[in-house]
């Protein structure tokens, strides 16, 4: 480059890798609740008894449940005692049948509300004040509720503790973490408090938690502020019974900066919140969907859990967050690493828009790449905006303000590539891109043809669920691709177990893994009626791992597969090992 200057947007770099650093934002500035919100039961997990308190896990949900055939009841709730379970969700975001979430966690008395980081290996959660699998009652002879942390294992939840800042003689409990868990928002009725339960923040420092600090009167009353959920952008939903509200627990929203400090509270309009109890509330990343637990059916203590649907993101960019002016720094300051952005002129067009330009590079070899092909598509109205990137890797579009825009782009030699964000002033005027090269085949096969069978042995899925685990399904993703280039192809789609647990619960462990597969292959773009499935259980294992033998994780793991049948293709797909598919 010969310019002496350039614009970057090392701001924005800096703000997407901690946004509010030194910030305290309105909540309103992050929220939109101009959407409209549609609710639906969670039907596959509705049952006679408490539903409540869901949390995303992998590619469901864990929540609570009040056990229905326990021999022990709380005397306190007149029910019987909570443990975690875990449902898959569907293609549609509804959750399906649910099954008991870990049998390491599950104790005689209360498992509550659980909290994950971002890369589901470490799990809080709440549990009754015990020690060696007794009760520990207060003074009072009460039992109260700490809060718990475990870390994944190869087969269930492992090191279990109890958290440093827990004590026998009041409650702490409903644990919200960051993303990488080194923030906790909690509830607790420890000394010192508003009254009632409270909110409380603490932060772990050198793998060290700190002494808890209260949210203070912006959040906390002299009732109960209870059921925190925190989101990655700094958002923090909770229920209360001292706000004023509709009625009965309620849910409310506000900030919290990178201090530890609340900012602005809203009450959640309908229908986040009724004329009875509602909490738990979670959102997904897109803020296109979430989930809560309410008591609107009318029965006291009878939660169910409910699906929300958002026309569009719940998510809006905080103002002082924009960019505004360009910011000029000489080139020599500037590390390789920065991605360069630059206001740049776009044709005019005749109705307003926020013009945009995209530089689409390789990531590999950092040169532009021509021939691009780039869709917007806008969720704000109809239609597909559609551009080709030129020699020096640009294209150029206008798009519509105040709109969510799902970007693709696809190129041949180069992975495909998307991404959404929501236009509005001041954005960029030119983003800087970067496109893979295109994977080698992950799939071990050297032809695809009608009655060939293939092994996918790369799925892996979490001991004793249905749930795949994210980042490992990259065969399925190959399949989907095949799939989505030869539309004729139809499948047989089989689930095998290894040989731990009962015949009969394997083989309907079975069934869920294949539908899970399934789900994945659907939520792709590949029709449903292309996929048939078929529950094998344990009835096919490879190896010397049968009933009481002793094995390791790694054998047994390879006995915990799925085969794809190819019931039909109208021609023969020859692949090159290594390589993407290639053929008629």
């Given at each position: 480059m010969t310019k002496k200057y350039r614009y970057i947007w090392v701001l924005l770099v800096l703000q997407l890798i901690n946004p509010f650093a030194g910030k305290c934002q309105p909540v309103d500035s992050f929220l939109n609740l101009d959407v409209i919100v549609s609710i639906e039961v969670a039907e596959a997990i509705r049952s006679k008894n408490l539903e409540s308190s869901p949390a995303y896990y992998e590619n469901g949900i864990v929540f609570v449940y009040a056990r229905e055939r326990a021999k022990l009841i709380d005397?306190?709730?007149?029910?019987?005692?909570?443990?975690?379970?875990?449902?898959?969700?569907?293609?549609?975001?509804?959750?399906?049948?649910?099954?008991?979430?870990?049998?390491?966690?599950?104790?005689?008395?209360?498992?509550?509300?659980?909290?994950?980081?971002?890369?589901?290996?470490?799990?809080?959660?709440?549990?009754?004040?015990?020690?060696?699998?007794?009760?520990?009652?207060?003074?009072?002879?009460?039992?109260?509720l700490h809060i718990f942390h475990a870390t994944k294992g190869p087969e269930d939840w492992e090191n279990i503790e109890v958290l440093p800042f827990c004590a026998d003689n009041y409650s702490t409990c409903h644990p919200?973490?960051?993303?990488?868990?080194?923030?906790?928002?909690?509830?607790?009725?420890?000394?010192?408090?508003?009254?009632?339960?409270?909110?409380?923040?603490?932060?772990?420092?050198?793998?060290?938690?700190?002494?808890?600090?209260?949210?203070?009167?912006?959040?906390?009353?002299?009732?109960?502020?209870?059921?925190?959920?925190?989101?990655?952008?700094?958002?923090?939903?909770?229920?209360?019974?001292?706000?004023?509200?509709?009625?009965?627990?309620?849910?409310?929203?506000?900030?919290?900066?990178?201090?530890?400090?609340?900012?602005?509270?809203?009450?959640?309009?309908?229908?986040?919140?009724?004329?009875?109890?509602?909490?738990?509330?979670?959102?997904?990343?897109?803020?296109?969907?979430?989930?809560?637990a309410s008591a609107r059916n009318g029965k006291k203590f009878k939660d169910d859990v409910f699906l929300l649907k958002m026309s569009s993101s719940i998510f809006r960019f905080p103002e002082s967050m924009r960019i505004e002016e360009p910011i000029i720094v000489e080139e020599t300051t500037?590390?390789?690493?920065?991605?360069?952005?630059?206001?740049?002129?776009?044709?005019?067009?005749?109705?307003?828009?926020?013009?945009?330009?995209?530089?689409?590079?390789?990531?590999?070899?950092?040169?532009?790449?021509?021939?691009?092909?780039?869709?917007?598509?806008?969720?704000?109205?109809?239609?597909?905006?559609?551009?080709?990137?030129?020699?020096?890797?640009?294209?150029?579009?206008?798009?519509?303000?105040?709109?969510?825009?799902?970007?693709?782009?696809?190129?041949?030699?180069?992975?495909?590539?998307?991404?959404?964000?929501?236009?509005?002033?001041?954005?960029?005027?030119?983003?800087?891109?970067?496109?893979?090269?295109?994977?080698?085949?992950?799939?071990?096969?050297?032809?695809?043809?009608?009655?060939?069978?293939?092994?996918?042995?790369?799925?892996?899925?979490?001991?004793?669920?249905?749930?795949?685990?994210?980042?490992?399904?990259?065969?399925?993703?190959?399949?989907?691709?095949?799939?989505?280039?030869?539309?004729?192809?139809?499948?047989?789609l089989s689930a095998h177990t290894d040989s731990r647990g009962s015949e009969a619960y394997n083989l309907e462990l079975s069934e869920r893994r294949a539908f899970a597969a399934k789900d994945f292959l659907v939520a792709r773009g590949i029709a449903p009626e292309r996929i048939e499935t078929e529950a094998k259980g344990e009835s096919e294992i490879r190896n010397h791992c049968r009933d009481g033998m002793p094995c390791s994780e790694t054998e047994h793991r390879y006995n915990r597969r799925s085969e794809v049948k190819v019931l039909h293709i109208d021609a023969p797909v020859q692949f090159r090992r290594n390589t993407t598919p290639s053929g008629g």
């Open positions: 005397p306190k709730i007149g029910m019987p005692y909570f443990e975690l379970m875990y449902s898959d969700l569907g293609p549609e975001g509804q959750p399906r049948k649910a099954v008991s979430f870990s049998s390491n966690i599950r104790s005689r008395f209360h498992e509550g509300p659980a909290a994950f980081t971002s890369d589901y290996q470490e799990i809080f959660f709440t549990r009754s004040n015990t020690r060696n699998g007794q009760g520990v009652a207060d003074d009072d002879k009460k039992i109260r919200a973490v960051s993303p990488d868990g080194s923030r906790m928002i909690f509830a607790s009725d420890m000394p010192g408090g508003f009254g009632g339960m409270d909110l409380y923040i603490v932060d772990k420092i050198n793998g060290a938690w700190q002494e808890p600090v209260n949210l203070g009167p912006t959040v906390n009353t002299n009732k109960n502020e209870i059921f925190p959920t925190f989101l990655p952008n700094g958002v923090l939903f909770f229920a209360s019974n001292g706000h004023r509200g509709k009625g009965g627990l309620d849910l409310f929203a506000t900030h919290i900066s990178s201090g530890g400090e609340p900012s602005g509270l809203i009450h959640m309009p309908a229908p986040f919140n009724s004329r009875e109890d509602d909490l738990g509330l979670i959102i997904d990343n897109s803020g296109m969907s979430g989930f809560l500037v590390p390789d690493t920065v991605e360069e952005v630059r206001i740049a002129d776009v044709p005019e067009v005749k109705e307003p828009c926020v013009p945009m330009k995209y530089r689409i590079l390789s990531r590999k070899s950092q040169q532009p790449i021509g021939g691009v092909a780039v869709r917007c598509k806008p969720d704000c109205r109809d239609g597909v905006l559609e551009a080709v990137s030129d020699q020096e890797g640009m294209a150029a579009l206008c798009l519509p303000d105040d709109c969510q825009i799902l970007v693709s782009m696809a190129g041949e030699g180069y992975q495909p590539h998307s991404f959404d964000f929501t236009t509005e002033p001041g954005l960029p005027g030119i983003w800087n891109i970067f496109l893979d090269p295109e994977k080698e085949s992950a799939l071990d096969v050297d032809r695809i043809e009608t009655g060939v069978t293939i092994v996918l042995d790369d799925i892996y899925y979490d001991f004793n669920k249905s749930a795949i685990q994210r980042g490992a399904a990259e065969e399925l993703e190959e399949l989907a691709r095949v799939m989505d280039t030869y539309p004729s192809m139809r499948i047989l």
